[in-house]
């Protein structure tokens, strides 16, 4: 029964280069959340879908920074171009709904040189 | 402007004892509680949580207890093992159709044998 699928693991890049985190939620849950980590910001929500159509990403700190999610079983963050200040945990979650218990993926470490 | 903080980065308690990990919230919307449970390499992984119609939630060896007045929430560990070494995340939700999370910044237990 596998999890929520993060890919890359690790992702290490030059800055003004274009990054992109993938995720596979779940199957069958309708919603999924992307989310980051850093140590001064802690675990902060970027962007929330539902039913593959994004409802909240006023998270989502800058125009650099889109998600988009084409079907059901997958989702993409990109960054472009990518800033060192955007080296982070980045981390994906799904859950049957947006009120249900989220399941969070590994995380995709990202460093930008 | 953190709304929910957790002021104690790090805990170091011996096994079989009590571990406390605390957590202070700011915004009176919130009436939903959580812990999170995070291992290195990993997501976090859901506790246990708790509704702000009641005081006292209990779930094997943890229970959080909620103070609504002085907006205060604690998880206790008891006993403390080894295997409860990680880094606990409190997060907090406004209820009703909001599924947005808001999380502190966590606090790394270390249980010592």
């Known amino acids: 029964d596998a999890g929520v699928i993060q890919s890359p693991r690790h992702e290490v890049t030059e800055m003004g280069q274009e990054v992109t985190l993938r995720c596979k939620p779940i199957s069958g849950h309708n919603s999924l959340f992307w989310y980051r980590q850093t140590m001064m910001r802690g675990l902060e929500l970027l962007i929330y879908f539902n039913n593959n159509v994004p409802i909240d990403d006023s998270g989502m700190p800058e125009d650099r920074f889109s998600a988009k999610m084409p079907n059901a079983s997958f989702s993409t963050l990109k960054i472009q171009p990518s800033e060192p200040r955007d080296s982070a945990v980045y981390f994906c979650a799904s859950s049957l709904s947006g009120l249900d218990e989220q399941f969070f993926g590994p995380g995709t470490r990202l460093t930008v040189l | 402007d953190q709304q929910v903080k957790q002021n104690s980065p790090s805990l170091s308690v011996q096994e079989g004892r009590i571990s406390i990990l605390n957590c202070d919230y700011t915004?009176?919307?919130?009436?939903?509680f959580l812990w999170y449970k995070k291992y290195p390499a990993e997501g976090p992984t859901f506790l246990i949580s708790i509704s702000s119609i009641k005081d006292k939630n209990e779930d094997g060896r943890f229970t959080v207890f909620l103070n609504k007045s002085a907006k205060h929430l604690s998880l206790h560990i008891v006993p403390s093992q080894p295997g409860d070494s990680a880094v606990y995340f409190c997060?907090?939700?406004?209820?009703?159709?909001?599924?947005?999370?808001?999380f502190g910044k966590g606090t790394l237990l270390t249980v010592n044998p």
């Open positions: 915004n009176s919307m919130f009436d939903y």
């Open positions: 997060a907090a939700n406004s209820g009703g159709s909001n599924y947005k999370l808001t």
